[in-house]
């Protein structure tokens, strides 16, 4: 197992869309232990490829802490099929570190997906466990939690977007 370096923003691999997974290989398998290793010595509850530098459709989530489950999950080609509800939730972003902000996003979704033995699934996540999802599956879509904000909250948070974007640009990644 590895630690994987976390892309900042500013970082041009954060805006890419990211492509289906044509077959869970068991480098897949390796890239899908690596990451959740890295989601937790990173302190998070989610993390997914393209936050490694790899644009593909996989992620990794574990809320088990607050919401319950068996643990750290894998999640490939996730498809969200129905939203509902609606909860606030301080949001943050292992790619924007320091950074969080209020958001409102649907409670609940239903997602298809593959596990890592290549089974395809479909089931319910609520609370963090729905918030982590709809975070992680925006990233597979080029999409940012900041994009999200009010200009005028984005322009007080732009500074230090600013600073993030210089350091990525000179290789400090986390
Ligand atoms: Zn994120």
Redesign the pocket.
């Known amino acids: 197992m590895a630690l994987l370096p976390i892309r900042l923003y500013g970082d041009p691999v954060l805006r890419r869309k990211s492509v289906e997974v044509p077959e869970v290989s068991e480098e897949i398998q390796l890239l899908a232990r690596d990451m959740l290793e890295t989601m937790y010595d990173a302190d998070g509850v989610g993390l997914?490829a393209p936050?490694v530098g790899r644009s593909i459709r996989m992620l990794v989530a574990d809320a088990s802490h607050k919401d319950g489950g068996a643990g750290g999950r894998v999640f490939i080609n996730p498809v969200i099929l129905e939203a509902w509800g609606e909860l606030s939730y301080d949001e943050g972003?292992?790619?924007v570190p320091g950074l969080s902000a209020e958001l409102v996003r649907p409670e609940a979704v239903r997602v298809r997906f593959q596990d890592e033995t290549g089974a395809t699934r479909e089931e319910e996540f609520h609370r963090l466990w729905g918030r982590v999802l709809q975070?992680?599956i925006d990233?597979l879509e080029g999409k940012l939690?900041v994009d999200y904000l009010s200009p005028i909250k984005r322009a007080l948070i732009m500074k230090k977007l600013k600073q993030l974007q210089k350091e990525a640009k000179s290789g400090i990644a986390l």
């Open positions: 997914a936050q972003c292992l790619s975070h992680e990233h939690f």
